[in-house]
């Protein structure tokens, strides 16, 4: 039932970008994540930042020069090092099929050189989860989270920053448990 909600709310928001403005462009993007477990029950004696990658593509619906509406598929890791006994660290490493919907503020929109910020919910379906010792079984197969960045864009190429913030909790291995994805990113885009 989870997963029926789940692709609906997704299927939804999609039609709703395609209709909400004009096709404006699409494109392939290519990243660099830097992710970490954030929450009340971090286990071992503590998470470092486990690095990652991004890959997908994107559409993009303008309501006018400064406002639009991007929609991302994107195949991304998250994760963690865990700081196990004796100082060992243990890399989890979980990857996602992600879809970002983010609402875009475009600065200057007049110049070659255009600034933007940009904030939305990413949904995501858990696909795999390992560390150096096993593949992972108790991890939630949904997870969302909200996206808030800057980039530029010049000509057909975008850089962009962001931080992804966890919303669910992504271990079932207990009710109770707080635990939660943190990821930092650097996006390449290309726009044909």
């Not at 475009?106 to 255009?114: G, K």
């Not at 864009?153 to 992504?170: A, H, Q, S, V």
Request: hydrophobic share 50%; charged share 15%; net charge negative.
């Amino acid at each position: 039932m989870q997963k029926a909600t789940f692709i609906t709310i997704i299927f939804f928001l999609f039609t709703s970008s395609v209709m909400a403005g004009e096709f404006s462009s699409i494109g392939i993007k290519l990243g660099y994540n830097s992710s970490i477990f954030f929450g009340n029950d971090i286990p071992g004696k503590g998470a470092s930042y486990q690095g990652g990658t991004a890959l997908g593509g994107f559409v993009c619906f303008k309501f006018n020069q400064r406002f639009s509406l991007e929609q991302e598929v994107l195949i991304t890791t998250k994760g963690a090092k865990i700081n196990t006994i004796g100082d060992v660290y243990l890399s989890n490493i979980f990857f996602y099929f992600e879809m970002p919907l983010l609402f875009k503020v475009t600065l200057l929109s007049e110049n070659m050189i255009r600034p933007n910020v940009f904030l939305g919910p990413a949904f995501g379906i858990h696909l795999l989860a390992i560390n150096d010792v096993a593949i992972l079984d108790d991890i939630r197969s949904i997870d969302a989270g909200i996206i808030l960045g800057a980039g530029i864009e010049i000509w057909k190429i975008n850089l962009d920053f962001r931080i992804n913030n966890g919303l669910l909790n992504f271990d079932q291995s207990a009710d109770d448990i707080d635990l939660k994805n943190r990821t930092l990113s650097i996006m390449l885009g290309f726009a044909f």
